[in-house]
């Protein structure tokens, strides 16, 4: 990815996973910011090196999936859950 989308990526994870509820958010936020800058100081000069930032951007790409479809959730249907017993 350019550099600029993984610009973006890092942004988006970081918006989402602010509006996580967790008690564990800030370990989490620390965990995200600590990965991207330890991808950043890899030059990308060897195979293994570009294997290690091409995993690393598909899991972070994931796990924006993952942190987007529960704080639209959230954000959308909160009202809407209703819970009836004994039909």
Same mark, same amino acid.
């Given at each position: 990815?350019? !550099?600029?989308?993984?610009?973006?990526? @890092?942004r988006? *994870?970081l918006r989402? #996973?602010?509006?996580?509820?967790? /008690?564990? !958010? !800030?370990?989490?936020? %620390? $965990?995200? %910011?600590? $990965?991207? %800058?330890?991808g #950043?100081?890899?030059?990308?000069?060897?195979? $293994? $090196?570009r =294997? *290690?930032?091409?995993?690393? =951007?598909? %899991? #972070?790409?994931?796990?924006?999936?993952? +942190?987007?479809? @529960?704080?639209? +959730?959230?954000e959308?249907n /909160?009202?809407a859950?209703?819970?009836? +017993?004994? !039909?």
């Open positions: 990815l350019p !550099r600029s989308s993984i610009l973006s990526l @890092y988006s *994870i989402h #996973a602010a509006a996580f509820p967790s /008690t564990k !958010r !800030r370990g989490m936020l %620390r $965990e995200i %910011r600590t $990965e991207f %800058r330890h #950043a100081t890899l030059n990308n000069q060897t195979d $293994e $090196e =294997q *290690i930032c091409h995993q690393q =951007q598909s %899991r #972070a790409v994931d796990g924006l999936k993952m +942190l987007q479809q @529960y704080v639209n +959730l959230n959308k /909160t009202g859950w209703s819970l009836q +017993l004994g !039909r």
